[in-house]
């Protein structure tokens, strides 16, 4: 606390953390308390006047009341668990991985926001001015409408079923390992898509012209819309994407797509059933009572091969 102590009462504008007068390249320095890593459990009063507060790195569990003529908040790498009222003034904050379960309302001025890496269970209504929103590994279910002026987003790792309308400045996004069924409409400006991990994706809308990066997993069979002439990079991992026949009319292939899945939901299911009775503990019961000792068990394995030996007398 004491270099803290000290950094803000030698703090001046025209001055960085270690006393150097900043020329006029450097103006992006101008304004910045920087009170990284020093072991902080706690931040003392700030001073007025601060534009940028940088104190990443600590292990904060809340912050005190914020100068109002602050424009940049840098506190990711805390245990916070609630942030104070933003000022209005504030256009980027980054707060990633600390404990927060929810953010407090956003300045109307804000354009970056890290949230990231937290708990967060829904979040507050999203300014207009934003135009990068990263809100990766919460515990999401939906999200607000966006900023008409977005131009990435990034919410991957939550439990989205459902994305708002996209804006058509957006130009990446990035919603892989959700919940989701399908995707909105995708913009024009869109340069990359990331929809990985998302087992119930059956389809993919249009892909716009200006895509050139593309990765996506499914569970099922996937409507695979054609590519763009300007893609550079395809991933499509884990996937069984179902091809047109010769002259197969759009109908009779979403048709034959939906026998497909149907096949595979009775197969899924019959697969589960055989393996209930399979691991039942009364068979596990006599395979222990079998094979009792650990050299009886690997001449078993070496003999016939992991769990070849099982015979359909014992499933049946």
């Not at 600590?58 to 009222?85: A, F, G, K, R, Y």
């Not at 991957?156 to 919940?179: A, F, G, H, M, V």
Request: net charge negative; with cysteine.
């Amino acid at each position: 606390m004491d270099i803290a102590i000290q950094r803000i009462q030698e703090w001046d504008y025209n001055y960085d953390t270690y006393g150097d007068n900043l020329d006029s390249g450097d103006k992006y320095l101008r304004g910045r308390l920087d009170l990284d890593s020093l072991g902080l459990t706690e931040l003392p009063e700030l001073p007025d006047g601060i534009e940028s507060l940088w104190c990443q790195g600590n292990h904060l569990i809340s912050l005190p009341t914020l100068p109002v003529t602050l424009t940049e908040l840098i506190c990711n790498n805390n245990d916070l668990m609630s942030l104070p009222v933003l000022p209005a003034g504030l256009k980027t904050l980054i707060c990633w991985n600390n404990r927060l379960t929810s953010l407090p309302l956003l300045p109307t001025n804000l354009e970056r926001l890290e949230c990231q890496h937290n708990e967060i269970i829904s979040m507050p209504p999203l300014p207009n001015n934003l135009t990068f929103l990263s809100c990766t590994d919460n515990k999401l279910t939906e999200l607000p409408p966006l900023s008409a002026y977005l131009k990435e987003l990034r919410c991957s790792d939550n439990k989205l079923t459902e994305l708002p309308p996209l804006p058509k400045t957006l130009i990446q996004l990035r919603c892989r390992d959700n919940e989701l069924s399908s995707l909105p409409q995708l913009p024009n400006t869109l340069n990359g898509l990331e929809c990985a991990m998302n087992w119930k994706l059956l389809s993919l809308p249009p892909l716009p012209n200006s895509l050139t990066y593309l990765s996506f997993t499914s569970g099922y069979p996937l409507l695979m819309p054609e590519l763009p002439a300007y893609l550079e990079q395809l991933h499509c991992y884990w996937n069984e994407v179902l091809e047109c026949r010769i002259n197969e009319s759009n109908s009779e292939y979403i048709a034959r797509f939906k026998e497909i899945k149907r096949t595979i939901t009775r197969v899924t299911a019959i697969k589960e059933a055989l393996m209930e009775r399979c691991w039942h503990p009364d068979r596990l019961t006599s395979m222990i009572e079998r094979f009792g000792t650990v050299s009886q068990w690997n001449h078993e394995l070496r003999e016939y091969g992991t769990f070849d030996f099982m015979t359909m007398d014992e499933v049946l």
